[in-house]
């Protein structure tokens, strides 16, 4: 895909992966409006993407709610006069135990991981059709691919999103809209503020403009997914696909530890 002119809608799109994103896309030449619940960071956040001139705006609605949901697509389609990529990035995480963990947050995580991007695409795709060339971009995680312990609800909404772009891009082959997942590691944002383990436990961290870059390669490429941690990933991936019971080992080992590390880890 050629984004120079594509009409981009993030959501998630004040900080973190989301803004990396906008970054990377304005940079391309996509006109591209940014959605969050936060006002202040949602209007800083266009200041510093609009000192290129680029066309950007925002619109602060919270996607998990069916009002927000038609807020935030009602003002993209409005401000770009239709929609080519529709990029659902915002999310939350609560980590933990899970008899630990209130209903009420493990809900707030389905309900914006996995609920809101699968409502807020079935809205799009009438402006998408109209298009001709889009694409939706669904960021996942890296614990889609390799279940972490502390993380059950997560993984499970991730994986989730993961295999509903699967069926999706399928579902829609040849009608002109293409489905791309991507899987980010462990990414330096404020999400992640609260996760204290680090590249002992499995969480190193990459800058979110690495990651931004290499889904932005992805969508010009229509790959149909971008895995982010490198060789030491992928050697993951398979052992736990051929081996699992080993990979169930490694995490016993670390286990006491990195729950430790990460029982404060929350970003709803």
Wanted: charged share 20%; net charge negative.
């Amino acid at each position: 895909m050629n984004i120079k002119g594509k009409r981009v809608l993030i959501t998630g799109g004040s900080s973190g992966i989301g803004f990396a994103l906008a970054q990377a896309l304005v940079a391309k030449g996509a006109s591209v409006v940014v959605s969050g619940r936060r006002e202040a960071a949602l209007a800083t956040a266009v200041a510093e993407l609009g000192r290129t001139g680029a066309a950007v705006s925002s619109v602060a609605a919270d996607v998990s709610t069916p009002a927000g949901r038609d807020a935030t697509l009602k003002h993209a389609i409005s401000a770009l006069g239709g929609l080519d990529i529709l990029i659902n990035n915002a999310g939350g995480v609560r980590a933990g135990r899970l008899e630990n963990t209130p209903e009420e947050e493990l809900q707030a995580m389905i309900e914006v991981d996995l609920v809101a991007p699968i409502l807020l695409t079935r809205e799009a795709l009438p402006a998408l059709r109209q298009s001709g060339d889009a694409m939706i971009v669904n960021v996942a995680s890296g614990i889609a691919l390799i279940g972490a312990p502390f993380y059950a609800t997560y993984a499970a909404t991730k994986a989730g999103l993961a295999r509903f772009g699967e069926a999706l891009r399928r579902e829609l082959k040849g009608e002109g809209i293409h489905v791309l997942t991507a899987y980010p590691g462990g990414t330096d944002t404020p999400m992640m503020q609260s996760n204290r383990a680090g590249p002992e436990l499995g969480f190193s961290r990459e800058p979110a403009s690495a990651v931004a870059d290499a889904i932005v390669d992805g969508i010009e490429a229509n790959a149909f997914e971008v895995v982010r941690g490198g060789e030491a990933r992928a050697q993951m991936i398979a052992l736990n696909r051929d081996n699992p019971g080993a990979v169930d080992e490694r995490f016993l080992g670390m286990k006491a530890a990195l729950e430790d590390a990460v029982k404060d880890h929350s970003a709803l």
